[in-house]
């Protein structure tokens, strides 16, 4: 079980297969803070809080780029600890743990896909604030595509509709630019239609 789950390489020890998922599973957890902070801004706007800041000089780029970018800072962090934190349990518990720097590399990943997730939250408010929620929705849908994925041989479309699923996989898979780029990429332009979103709907939702 556990070996279809993480795969089979002979080329890397089962320590380093294990690593590489636990680093998609501490990236996705790190994300649920994340979202915690940027849906209290749905959360004000049913209780027409943000009005309030709104008519006193605030505009809605701003109200909406502090949370956001509150929830990036957040994610971030969340990570980082995480990742340290495992890291200071191994160097306890090891003979040759692995150094912090590896799983930084690992962990740090996996920052774009966490941006897709907030992203989407982001998007959702935008144009579809009732439906914000639903960004729960895809965070574990991810989960269980990316953890259960191999177990239950799932299809490879299914598992790619997860943006953790298309992250270089280190140490066992090679380092690459590209699907990071591209999941940059797609976060600038969503980021730039979702505020203009904001900017021009309903200030009610």
């Known amino acids: 079980m556990v070996k279809q789950m993480l795969g089979s390489d002979p080329e890397y020890t089962l320590t380093e297969q294990f690593i590489t998922m636990l680093m998609v599973v501490l990236a996705i957890l790190a994300t649920v803070p994340a979202i915690l902070i940027f849906l209290k801004i749905r959360g004000e706007e049913k209780k027409e809080r943000n009005e309030h800041l709104l008519t006193r000089g605030v505009s809605r780029y701003q109200l909406l780029a502090h949370y956001f970018i509150l929830a990036i800072v957040i ?8 990742i340290f934190g495992l890291w200071m349990t191994a160097t306890n518990v090891m003979v040759d743990p692995i150094p912090l720097t590896n799983l930084l590399k ?22 579809l604030p009732r439906w914000t929620p639903l960004v729960w929705m895809y965070l574990v849908y991810s989960f269980f595509t990316v953890y259960l994925g191999g ?24 380092f690459s630019w590209k699907p990071i780029e591209v999941l940059l990429v797609i976060c600038i332009i969503s980021a730039i239609l979702s505020f203009i979103g904001y900017r021009k709907r309903d200030a009610l939702g």
């Open 151 to 174: 177990l239950l041989d799932m299809p490879a479309w299914v598992a790619n509709i997860s943006s953790f699923s298309h992250i270089p996989q280190l140490p066992v898979e090679e």
């Open 75 to 82: 994610g971030v962090l969340s990570l980082f600890l995480a």
């Open 106 to 127: 690992a962990g740090m990943a996996y920052i774009p896909a966490m941006l897709i997730i907030l992203i989407l939250a982001t998007f959702l408010f935008g144009f």
